[in-house]
């Protein structure tokens, strides 16, 4: 009888084990000094961090753009390299140059994140779920916060959660109601065009033939600007954990109205290869770049697709727009979330897409 006992409880200790491996909610708790606080990141860990972050490496780079909205910018300590090329980062953050790089090529370099002294880690999923990198940050004791996102309501739970690790609840409501008023707007004005007036157009994602996947963060991006994105149509697409990808013949059989990209020089590759040439919406040169700010405005990782919605919206119907000035708009956009006295040369270059984004 008392084997068996034995052998029942060890079953329930290992159901147990497995209940709690597979539960969506799971806690990470490093090793911290002062006071600390839980928070609950965006994939739903309880993580225990301290209680007021002074040294936080953001290794993903939208994690650097939402802490510079929070205004907590002087608290970074860490980057990924490419947050070094985005001009008005270096606006907001004058020494960036200065600021370490503990991660490239998705991988953490233990060694130099450990010499920033940091105190809290914010990464993305794709890392929190590759153990190697994970464990690096668990051998050495530093709490770690998964701050990432896919889509408008990832992208809001992201901020929010950003707001609790830095307690800037109301500046993050703040945004996140912004956001959501500015894609109302749109979404109301662009619910008049009748289907068959709406235009047909193809997104180009850095890459010329980079598109987006129906339900992703730019997909939902074109359809709140009323636009009918073809990539969501069907056809060929090549998808990974990273990005969309189509063919040339694939874009032929779409032939959209228009064309947007996110890249200048996607713009010009599009407008200027033979290739591409038969193409109407590149006989007409209806192929727009989009603007750059503190994210691509229409990117997988941009957290201003409310901008980007109004500004693809305003460009195919602007008869819906006419009271809007958006260089006003978006000069007090940057002057409110980002504290940036921007010029009207600097608003141009952002709304033209051209030269926000140093080369490699």
Not at 117 to 128: C, E, F, G, K, P
Not at 233 to 244: F, N, P
Not at 320 to 349: C, G, R
Request: charged share 20%; proline share 4%; aromatic share 6%.
């Amino acid at each position: 009888m008392k084997k068996t006992w034995i052998v029942r409880l060890g079953i329930v200790f290992l159901l147990a084990l497995a209940v709690l491996a597979l539960t969506g909610c799971q806690t990470q708790t490093a090793t911290t000094t002062g006071p600390t606080k839980t928070i609950v990141d965006c994939m739903d860990r309880q993580v225990v961090i301290p209680q007021e972050p002074k040294r936080v490496a953001c290794l993903y780079a939208s994690t650097a753009h939402m802490v510079a909205m929070l205004g907590e910018a002087d608290k970074i300590v860490g980057i990924p390299n490419g947050i070094k090329r985005d001009v008005l980062m270096a606006y907001k953050i004058p020494d960036i140059d200065a600021i370490s790089v503990p991660f490239q090529d998705g991988a953490i370099n233990i060694e130099e994140l450990l010499a920033t002294d940091t105190d809290l880690v914010l990464i993305r999923q794709s890392t929190a779920v590759n153990k190697g990198e994970t464990e690096k940050l668990d051998k050495a004791g530093i709490p770690w916060v998964v701050v990432d996102y896919a889509s408008l309501a990832g992208l809001k739970k992201a901020v929010a959660v950003t707001g609790e690790v830095f307690n800037r609840q109301e500046r993050a409501a703040g945004y996140n109601a912004d956001l959501q008023q500015t894609l109302d707007l749109v979404a109301s004005r662009v619910s008049q065009i009748p289907e068959t007036s709406r235009v047909r157009v193809y997104h180009a994602v850095n890459e010329a033939a980079r598109t987006d996947l129906k339900g992703d963060l730019c997909s939902q991006i074109t359809d709140v600007a009323g636009v009918i994105n073809v990539s969501t149509e069907g056809g060929s697409l090549i998808t990974d954990a990273e990005k969309t990808m189509t063919t040339l013949e694939q874009i032929y059989t779409w032939n959209p109205d228009a064309i947007i990209a996110n890249d200048i020089n996607a713009t010009k590759y599009m407008l200027s290869d033979s290739k591409w040439s038969g193409l109407g919406a590149v006989v007409n040169q209806r192929v727009t770049t989009l603007p750059i700010g503190v994210t691509r405005w229409c990117h997988p990782g941009s957290m201003e697709p409310h901008m980007a919605a109004l500004f693809i919206a305003m460009h195919f119907y602007p008869e819906q727009f006419s009271d809007i000035d958006l260089s006003q708009t978006t000069k007090d956009y940057y002057k409110q979330w980002f504290d940036l006295d921007l010029t009207d040369e600097n608003i141009a270059a952002i709304l033209s897409g051209a030269g926000m984004r140093l080369s490699k």
